[in-house]
């Protein structure tokens, strides 16, 4: 989903003028965006949050050459999902999950029968 997604869902929904719509979804992002600037945590209950984080300066090592190498203090953008929406998603990848592992079965069993009777070989 893009943002021309939000603004016909908008469109469809509120029953208001294409104008309108892009008005409401661009201020939505814009204060979503001056919040998180500021420093301030966006809560959206059953969605979750948007905030910054500050983080310290550290030492690291170049996996490569085993080299130390100093990282920067910087602050980072999160977003932490709610868990109400962690539950929906990992509701409907459970669901689908479970009808994959079982075609993936079949196509792995095929495969191995095609292969036996490629080979001569027969099933012991």
Known sequence: MNKVDLVRSALDRLEISRKDAVALID???EDIEAA????????????????????AARMARNPATGEQVKVPAKRVFKFLAAKALR???????????????????????VRKAVARKASGRRKR
Do not use: L, N, W, Y
Request: aromatic fraction near 6%; avoid cysteine; charge should be positive.
């Open 27 to 29: 201020g939505v992002f």
């Open 36 to 55: 998180v600037i500021a420093g301030e945590p966006v809560k959206i209950p059953g969605f979750g949050q948007f905030k910054v984080r500050d983080r």
């Open 87 to 109: 539950d929906a998603v990992m509701a409907k990848r459970g669901a689908r999950a479970g009808g994959a592992r079982k075609k993936a079965a079949k196509k792995t069993a």
